[in-house]
C-alpha cells in the first residue's frame, strides 16, 4: 500500500481524518476512504503536513480530524455477513473523476477509482459489508487482512445513468452482431 498515494487523496479532498484504533494502529483517509496504517509514528497535523508537503496556504485550507475509530465499521478480517465482489475491469468517467462499477447485493455501486490507487498491483480483494443500520462499505483486504474501507456512494445511481448504460449496452450487443457476422464470412 502506497501512502504517498493516501496523502495525495486526503490533499486532494482538503481533509486528512484520522481514526486510533489501538496504540499500534491507525487509520488514515478523506473521510469516504480510510487506510491502516501501522507501526506509525503519531499521525498528528504536524506529522501529515511534513509528510505530504502541504505548502502554508494548503495547510489552511485543510481540515484534520482525530477521532476514536468508527464502532459502525466492522475491522475485523473476517465477518459472517461480508459478500466478496468483483470490480469490474472498466472504469467510468463522471464529471467529478474517475468511477469503477461493483456489482453488489444492492446492484451497481460505484467506487472512485482513486481509491483503489493506493493499492498499485497488490493483490487485494474487495467485499461487500453493512453496517447496522444498513449502510454498505466496502473492506479492501491483502491477504486475509483488512487494509481499508471505503463508504459506499450513491453518485450516479440514477434513471440517466441507467438509461445511459442501457443504450450503450444495445449498441455494443450490434457491434458484436456485426463482429460475428464478419468472422463467419471469413
Same mark, same amino acid.
Given at each position: 500500500?502506497?501512502?504517498?498515494?493516501?496523502?495525495?487523496?486526503?490533499?486532494?479532498?482538503? !481533509?486528512?481524518? $484520522? +481514526?486510533?484504533?489501538?496504540?499500534?494502529?491507525?487509520?488514515?483517509?478523506?473521510?469516504?476512504?480510510?487506510?491502516?496504517?501501522?507501526?506509525?509514528?503519531?499521525?498528528? *497535523?504536524?506529522?501529515?503536513?511534513?509528510?505530504?508537503?502541504?505548502? *502554508?496556504?494548503?495547510? &489552511? #485550507?485543510?481540515?484534520?480530524?482525530?477521532?476514536? +475509530?468508527? =464502532?459502525?465499521?466492522?475491522?475485523?478480517?473476517?465477518?459472517?455477513?461480508?459478500?466478496?465482489?468483483?470490480?469490474?475491469?472498466?472504469?467510468?468517467? +463522471?464529471?467529478?473523476?474517475?468511477?469503477? *462499477?461493483?456489482?453488489?447485493? =444492492?446492484?451497481?455501486?460505484?467506487?472512485?477509482?482513486?481509491?483503489?490507487? *493506493?493499492?498499485?498491483?497488490?493483490? @487485494?480483494?474487495? @467485499? &461487500? !459489508?453493512?453496517?447496522?443500520?444498513?449502510?454498505?462499505?466496502?473492506?479492501?483486504?491483502?491477504?486475509?487482512?483488512? #487494509?481499508?474501507?471505503?463508504?459506499?456512494?450513491?453518485?450516479?445511481?440514477?434513471? =440517466?445513468? $441507467?438509461?445511459?448504460?442501457?443504450?450503450? @449496452?444495445? !449498441?455494443?450487443? @450490434?457491434? !458484436?452482431?456485426?463482429?460475428?457476422?464478419?468472422?463467419? &464470412?471469413?
Amino acid at each position: 500500500m502506497n501512502l504517498d498515494k493516501i496523502f495525495s487523496i486526503c490533499k486532494a479532498a482538503k !481533509r486528512f481524518v $484520522v +481514526f486510533k484504533q489501538n496504540p499500534k494502529t491507525q487509520w488514515i483517509g478523506d473521510g469516504i476512504a480510510t487506510y491502516i496504517v501501522t507501526h506509525s509514528p503519531k499521525l498528528t *497535523p504536524e506529522y501529515l503536513t511534513a509528510s505530504a508537503s502541504l505548502k *502554508p496556504h494548503e495547510v &489552511e #485550507n485543510t481540515i484534520f480530524k482525530n477521532s476514536d +475509530f468508527p =464502532e459502525m465499521l466492522e475491522a475485523a478480517d473476517k465477518s459472517d455477513s461480508e459478500i466478496f465482489i468483483v470490480p469490474s475491469e472498466i472504469s467510468i468517467n +463522471f464529471f467529478d473523476g474517475e468511477y469503477t *462499477p461493483v456489482f453488489t447485493s =444492492e446492484g451497481v455501486r460505484f467506487i472512485k477509482t482513486i481509491y483503489l490507487k *493506493p493499492f498499485g498491483k497488490e493483490e @487485494y480483494e474487495l @467485499y &461487500e !459489508r453493512h453496517t447496522d443500520d444498513g449502510k454498505m462499505y466496502f473492506v479492501i483486504k491483502i491477504g486475509m487482512f483488512v #487494509n481499508a474501507f471505503i463508504m459506499a456512494q450513491s453518485n450516479y445511481l440514477d434513471t =440517466e445513468t $441507467v438509461t445511459h448504460f442501457e443504450k450503450l @449496452y444495445k !449498441r455494443m450487443e @450490434y457491434a !458484436r452482431s456485426i463482429l460475428e457476422q464478419k468472422i463467419e &464470412e471469413e
